[in-house]
Nanobody, 123 residues
Framework: QVQLVESGGGLVQAGGSLRLSCAAS????????MSWFRQAPGKEREFVAA????????YYADSVRGRFTISRDNAKNTVYLQMNSPKPEDTAVYYC????????????????WGQGTQLTVSS
């Protein structure tokens, strides 16, 4: 059983920067691919970014590629999402998730989820 806890959300101005963190416990962190998803009010949960167990491969949604960077520190059991130049349309609750299928965009492929952290981007 893996427990995931996100942090770092808040209010940021468009064009600024923010880093989300997701701390894992209770499992073998470095055996899981890790991803970030987000869900805006009234919308389905959508894939944002994924990173392989070693950190050697990353994959991004088209909407964030070039602005967001996913990384992980297996020694700290933590995955990060560096968000540069956020836009108002990035406003959502951001979730981290752990799974076995690298790069999957489908929430059903992830066994473990955090509780989410709210990001609000002001224009």
């Amino acid at each position: 059983q893996v427990q995931l806890v996100e942090s770092g959300g808040g209010l940021v101005q468009a064009g600024g920067s923010l880093r989300l963190s997701c701390a894992a416990s209770g499992g073998t962190f470095n055996s899981y691919t890790m991803s970030w998803f987000r869900q805006a009010p009234g919308k389905e949960r959508e894939f944002v970014a994924a990173i392989s167990w070693s950190g050697g491969r990353t994959y991004y949604a088209d909407s964030v590629r070039g602005r967001f960077t996913i990384s992980r520190d297996n020694a700290k059991n933590t995955v990060y999402l560096q968000m540069n130049s956020p836009k108002p349309e990035d406003t959502a609750v951001y979730y981290c998730a752990a799974g076995r299928n690298y790069g999957s965009r489908w929430p059903a492929d992830y066994a473990y989820w955090g509780q989410g952290t709210q990001l609000t981007v002001s224009s």
